[in-house]
């Protein structure tokens, strides 16, 4: 897990399997979230979860805190989508794909290559059209590939639209197309459309 060098703390994180490429996103980013953890020398370390009084996690509390953080941020509106994507009826692993998504957390290139992550210049382009550079508003909403299928689905559904290219405008405008009462449906078709994409 790590040693004391000189009475720093330095990380040395082992793994069951040797990391792919793409796992390297992932432990920058947990190495970003504990690197500003202090230790002290000669002392116990041990788990705490903070949500709960009793310090033990349990998943009802963490939706909690979710819906708290939500709620935080809806004042003017903002973080609404993240509210309508956790309530939605949909598989949770495609919910929380269609919420990295909306928070750009998905392991594209762009996001690998700002992470360091030294991917080589004709690997970092997109795995659909193979002509630009692979980001998540690219490989979801704009790319030919799949923003004919966005089109096919809202032809199958009956509907027009001209769809937007960021993740969060193109989820409220998707959902918010036909009446009131097909919103729910129409989150749910977005939330698996990401998920199957
Ligand atoms: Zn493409």
Not at 55 to 73: E, G, T
Not at 126 to 143: G, K, M
Request: aromatic share 12%.
């Amino acid at each position: 897990m790590g040693e004391w060098v000189e009475g720093i703390w330095e990380w040395k994180l082992e793994w069951v399997r040797e990391l792919r490429e793409r796992d390297l996103f992932h432990v920058n980013e947990l190495l970003s979230l504990i690197d500003n953890v202090s230790l002290t020398p000669g002392k116990i370390d041990g788990w705490k979860w903070k949500a709960s009084p009793n310090s033990s996690f349990s998943v009802n509390s963490a939706y909690k805190v979710m819906c708290r953080d939500s709620r935080s941020k809806t004042q003017s509106n903002k973080g609404l989508e993240f509210q309508y994507i956790w309530k939605a009826a949909a598989p949770h692993k495609a919910k929380f794909s269609a919420w990295r998504i909306l928070k750009d957390r998905m392991a594209t290139c762009e996001n690998l290559i700002r992470r360091q992550v030294s991917i080589p210049n004709a690997e970092s382009i997109c795995v659909f059209c193979r002509s630009q550079q692979e980001d998540t508003n690219h490989l979801f909403f704009i790319c030919q590939r799949t923003s004919e299928a966005w089109y096919d689905i809202l032809s199958w559904l009956g509907l027009q639209a001209v769809l937007p290219s960021s993740a969060k405008d193109h989820f409220l405008a998707f959902t918010s197309l036909g009446n009131k009462r097909d919103t729910k449906l129409l989150r749910n078709v977005w939330i698996c459309m990401v998920w199957c994409i």
